[in-house]
């Protein structure tokens, strides 16, 4: 007896017909996500995208990305202090700027701007966890980060624009400044500031959050195995403010540069846009890859 043809999903007698839009010559009825090879059906290049994007990242070497950001973090601050006379991601600072501002409100108008950014900050702060926290989606999926990586480059970019094309006033007068072309710079990059602190959340990389040092000062120097020749602990606590360094020095010079606040905003805008594509192909964790 002639054993029945194995398909992909099940067997066939021998007098069987092919199914309209299987193999027969309705074949123009396919799935639109699948297609046929050797009598399998497998996914197609938009469901492969599709899964990719609704997988969990891997988070080993993660941090090195979250590490990345502390260059950013220096960029944008150093620039901001420069320039407006406040942080626009270390808030501990503007916190002590308020406080001042309130105690003499009329000796400068840094407590304003310092007060701005710590209140987008904080709204900021919410955005983003619930961004991480949507429905059905875990927090470290991949189609989220790349989201709220593509968010934070839109808000620099939009802070980058007004510098760029909106009235141009020079350094002096912009440090006492507290117009809109000041204000809502601020506000826009401080309230993405927090997206980078939110991932490192997300990833369970809780010291990396690009926006603080004082404790991972701490914690390195208070660790026992502080000269361990394996410490990774250790090594990411020395690479986070060394990048951040690295990143005010940069940001300091280009601020003084021709190319000022608002050419610092762009490279930070477009390191952002790196990070996005650094998530789009970072491996998955096991079991999400087809």
Same mark, same amino acid.
């Not at 608002?262 to 999400?288: D, R, Y």
């Given at each position: 007896?002639?054993?029945?043809? @194995? &398909? ?31 009598? /399998?059906?497998? =996914?197609?290049? %938009? ?16 941090? %090195? ?6 260059? @950013? &973090? ?37 407590? @304003? ?40 480059? /839109? ?11 909106? =009235? ?16 809502? =710079?601020?506000? %826009? ?30 914690? %390195? ?19 986070? =403010? ?49």
């Amino acid at each position: 007896m002639s054993q029945s043809p @194995i &398909t992909g999903y099940g067997t066939l007698s021998s007098n069987s017909q092919p199914a309209p839009g299987v193999d027969g010559d309705d074949g123009d009825v396919q799935p639109l996500l699948q297609t046929r090879r050797s009598g /399998i059906w497998v =996914p197609s290049r %938009l469901e492969k995208w599709r899964s990719n994007m609704m997988a969990d990242v891997r988070r080993d070497w993660a941090d %090195l990305i979250l590490l990345a950001c502390y260059i @950013i &973090t220096g960029l944008l601050d150093s620039a901001s202090i420069s320039t407006w006379g406040s942080f626009v991601s270390m808030q501990t600072g503007n916190t002590v700027y308020f406080g001042l501002g309130l105690a003499a409100p009329h000796e400068s108008t840094r407590w @304003i701007k310092s007060g701005t950014s710590l209140g987008c900050f904080c709204v900021g702060s919410v955005f983003f966890s619930a961004l991480h926290r949507v429905p059905t989606s875990s927090p470290k999926r991949r189609w989220v980060l790349c989201a709220s990586f593509v968010a934070q480059a /839109i808000f620099i970019t939009a802070a980058a624009a007004i510098l760029t094309f909106g =009235p141009q006033t020079d350094s002096a007068t912009r440090r006492e400044a507290i117009d809109w072309t000041v204000l809502v =710079p601020i506000a %826009l990059v401080a309230f993405q500031s927090c997206g980078q602190a939110v991932a490192s959340r997300a990833l369970k990389y809780n010291a990396l959050t690009s926006v603080v040092l004082t404790s991972i000062y701490c914690d %390195l120097f208070s660790d026992a195995e502080l000269l361990s020749p394996k410490n990774p602990e250790r090594n990411r606590r020395v690479a986070a =403010p060394l990048l951040l360094l690295i990143g005010a020095v940069l940001g300091g010079l280009l601020a003084r540069s021709p190319v000022g606040t608002a050419g610092v905003l762009w490279v930070a805008a477009g390191m952002k846009m790196i990070v996005v594509f650094s998530w789009l192909l970072w491996p998955a964790e096991k079991g999400n890859d087809w």
